[in-house]
Nanobody
Framework: QVQLVESGGGLVQAGGSLRLSCAAS????????MGWFRQAPGKERDFVAA????????YYADSVKGRFTISRDYAKNMLYLQMNSLKPEDTAVYYC????????????WGQGAQVTVSS
């Protein structure tokens, strides 16, 4: 089992920035790939970004490419999502994930962090 805890969400104005963090614990040796997903009210959970352990390759949804950056600190078992130039449509609950699938790891999930972008 892997436990994931997100932090860093909040309210920000359009054009602003936020950084989400995700702390992983438990059987972190199995965290081959890590990622971020988001779910807006009334919508399905969508992929945002992922990073691969073997080569630190990254993959982004088109909607966030050029604005969001995913990174990880393997030694600290931390995952980050730097979000710049935020838009109201980025408002959602953001979930950290780990898993063996690429580019959408989804074996384990965090509890989610709310990000609200005001216009």
């Amino acid at each position: 089992q892997v436990q994931l805890v997100e932090s860093g969400g909040g309210l920000v104005q359009a054009g602003g920035s936020l950084r989400l963090s995700c702390a992983a614990s438990g059987r972190t040796g199995s965290t081959v790939n890590m990622g971020w997903f988001r779910q807006a009210p009334g919508k399905e959970r969508d992929f945002v970004a992922a990073i691969r352990l073997i080569d630190y390759n990254t993959y982004y949804a088109d909607s966030v490419k050029g604005r969001f950056t995913i990174s990880r600190d393997y030694a600290k078992n931390m995952l980050y999502l730097q979000m710049n130039s935020l838009k109201p449509e980025d408002t959602a609950v953001y979930y950290c994930s780990v898993g063996s699938s690429w580019p959408r790891p989804s074996d384990y999930w965090g509890q989610g962090a709310q990000v609200t972008v005001s216009s």
